[in-house]
Nanobody
Framework: QVQLVESGGGSVQAGGSLRLSCAAS????????MGWIRQAPGQERELTAM???????EYGDSVKGRFTISRDNAKNTVYLEMNNLNDDDTAIYYC????????????WGQGTQVTVSS
């Protein structure tokens, strides 16, 4: 099992910034993907940003150029720096970790609310 603990959500005005953190513990595979999936009210979950254990990144189209994902391998922690936030960024942000390999599993955090007001 893998435990994911998220922090850093909250409320911010449009144009502002927030930083999310997600710390992983437990059976984290040496090779894995870790990142954030968000779900806005009435919408499906969508990729926000993902980073591999090697440092390769992927971003959702709507956040490219505004959000930056990074990681501290020693702490098994990923960070999401969110800048120039707008109303469309209001969502619950879920941390997600997928272990690579034949028996790879996916784990989810409990989610953290981000609310952007104009």
């Amino acid at each position: 099992q893998v435990q994911l603990v998220e922090s850093g959500g909250g409320s911010v005005q449009a144009g502002g910034s927030l930083r999310l953190s997600c710390a992983a513990s437990g059976n984290v595979a040496r090779n894995h993907n870790m990142g954030w999936i968000r779900q806005a009210p009435g919408q499906e979950r969508e990729l926000t940003a993902m980073i591999t254990s090697f440092g390769m990144t992927e971003y959702g189209d709507s956040v490219k150029g505004r959000f930056t994902i990074s990681r501290d391998n020693a702490k098994n922690t990923v960070y999401l720096e969110m800048n120039n936030l707008n109303d469309d960024d209001t969502a619950i942000y879920y941390c997600k970790l997928t272990n690579w390999g034949v028996n790879g599993e996916t784990f989810w955090g409990q989610g953290t609310q981000v609310t952007v007001s104009s």
